[in-house]
Nanobody, 124 residues
């Protein structure tokens, strides 16, 4: 599967952005798709995940209540709606996919396919 992330940009604190991740290829067999982010000098951090078939979602505590993941199966696209953005949300955001159900959602090594990343910058 190929993943193409888009939608990043510069926004003021308290603002909103919506990221998109378009999947192509063998999407019907995807188990789930996750969002991660990585700030300069920091490790890649789990943001959230959506189960491709059932639509269940799980989030990191740092974004719970502010971010929402959804999907449009007709477009093979997953969205990350980010509200009430904070300067600490500044990072390159990545989408990732896997065909397998095992492992912890929050572990980057669990995912086999990654988008190219899109920069989100939140100014104070």
């Amino acid at each position: 599967v190929q993943l193409q992330a888009s939608g990043g940009g510069l926004v003021q604190a308290g603002g909103s952005l919506r990221l998109s991740c378009a999947a192509s290829g063998r999407t019907a067999s995807l188990y789930d798709m996750g969002w991660f982010r990585q700030a300069p000098g920091k490790e890649r951090e789990f943001v959230g995940v959506i189960i491709w078939s059932g639509g269940s979602t799980y989030y990191a505590d740092s974004v719970k209540g502010r971010f929402t993941i959804s999907r449009d199966n007709t477009k093979n696209t997953v969205y990350l709606q980010m509200n009430s953005l904070k300067p600490e949300d500044t990072a390159v955001h990545y989408c990732a996919g896997t065909y397998y159900s095992g492992g912890y959602y929050s572990t980057p090594q669990r995912y086999d396919y990654w988008g190219q990343g899109t920069q989100v910058t939140v100014s104070s």
